[in-house]
């Protein structure tokens, strides 16, 4: 009896060893963030008008630089440049003239690949949309009968 629960206990050592490894986080960021504190990616406006530029700031980053990378109206991806972020892991940035449509904003850490699966740093979507006709106050034509 006494070599049973000897060796039961060296199987719940086991076990208990597995899980706190097995259960530990495998990946780890590039850069350590302070507790809490998520990126984001803040627009100034909600939508905009086709031609007008969206400005994009960035808060809550680590440090560094970083790929703005854009999924268009079409599905076209492009990068619309690399920022640098301030001390306190803040950026500024304005985007080019846009057309109509969807546009979906994405930051990534400098190391990334190009690869648009990858996990980004933080999003943002912005829509363009022609902005609505104001109806005429008056009639322009007579009615007819």
């Not at 076990?15 to 530990?24: K, P, Q, R, S």
């Not at 808060?59 to 972020?85: C, E, K, N």
């Not at 940035?93 to 990534?108: H, I, K, M, Q, W």
Request: charged letters at 15%.
């Amino acid at each position: 009896m006494r070599r049973f629960q000897t060796v039961m206990f060296k199987v719940i050592d086991i076990l208990a060893i597995l899980t706190m490894v097995l259960g530990a986080p495998m990946s780890v960021a590039a850069a350590p963030q302070a507790e809490g504190e998520v990126p984001v990616l803040v627009l100034d406006k909600a939508d905009y008008a086709p031609g007008e530029s969206a400005s994009i700031n960035g808060a809550g980053f680590v440090p560094g630089d970083y790929v703005l990378a854009v999924m268009g109206p079409a599905g076209t991806f492009t990068q619309w440049g690399t920022v640098t972020t301030d001390g306190a892991g803040g950026f500024a940035f304005v985007s080019p003239a846009l057309d109509d449509g969807t546009y979906e904003v994405r930051a990534y850490p400098s190391s990334w690949t190009g690869d648009w699966n990858e996990a980004a740093a933080a999003a943002v979507s912005l829509n363009v949309t022609e902005p609505a006709q104001e109806p005429t106050a008056e009639p322009t034509v007579e009615p007819t009968q």
